[in-house]
């Protein structure tokens, strides 16, 4: 799908050295859910809040946990994981 791209920067560096993804922009499109095959928060050291989607293709979006169909993607996860 086009304009889909991720907007991870390169993995920052914890205080022990375990690389973590953090958001620095966010994908403002809704992305269909038929495309995500998993969904991950970023850590709590990074600047700002974000989920991450993996889409089937492996690309990496990132999203506002604040939007509503963010939220509805990420309950949709939870379900699938229960």
């Known amino acids: 799908v086009?304009?889909?791209?991720?907007?991870l920067p390169p993995p920052a560096l914890?205080?022990?050295?375990?690389?973590?993804?953090?958001?620095?922009?966010?994908q403002a499109k809704p992305v269909p859910r038929g495309l995500i095959a998993s969904a991950?928060?970023?850590?709590s050291s990074c600047t700002q809040p974000g989920v991450i989607f993996v889409t089937k293709k492996q690309r990496e979006i990132c999203a506002d946990p604040?939007?509503?169909?963010?939220?509805a993607h990420l309950k949709h996860f939870q379900k699938k994981q229960n």
């Open 40 to 43: 991950y928060v970023t850590s």
């Open 14 to 26: 914890l205080a022990d050295g375990v690389p973590t993804s953090c958001c620095l922009s966010y």
């Open 2 to 7: 086009p304009g889909l791209t991720g907007a």
């Open 66 to 71: 604040q939007s509503p169909w963010v939220r």
